[in-house]
């Protein structure tokens, strides 16, 4: 393969990648589980409706302008010296990344 054509195959190689490494949507049975997770297990510091407790809220007008990779990542990892605790053992990024983007624009019943 010459070196012309080698450069176009390699980024086509590399956007495929990216495409398929876009976190997925959880099924819905899936989806129930973590509603309800997120409105027991959070919920028993944010408050059962969200609004706030020893945690902070988690509503749309409390996360607007917070970057969702941190929001992710404080999921996933917890925060050091906090009660918030990891859930990486529980949940898997995209789920995590799901939590989020539903919790921004105000969590399902």
Do not use: Y
Not at 19 to 26: D, F, G, N, Q, V
Not at 55 to 66: C, F, H, I, M
Not at 86 to 95: C, G, K, Q, T
């Amino acid at each position: 393969m010459s070196s012309s054509a080698f450069l176009p195959a390699l980024l086509a190689i590399l956007l495929d990648g990216l495409a398929t490494a876009a976190w997925a949507e959880p099924p819905a049975a899936r989806q129930k589980e973590l509603i309800h997770l997120v409105r027991q297990d959070c919920g028993s510091c944010h408050g059962l409706t969200l609004q706030g407790g020893l945690g902070p809220a988690l509503l749309p007008a409390t996360l607007a302008g917070k970057p969702v990779e941190g929001l992710v990542a404080t999921i996933m990892g917890g925060r050091t010296g906090t009660p918030m605790p990891p859930w990486h053992r529980f949940l898997a990024e995209d789920e995590a990344q799901w939590i989020v983007d539903k919790l921004m624009a105000g969590f399902p019943e």
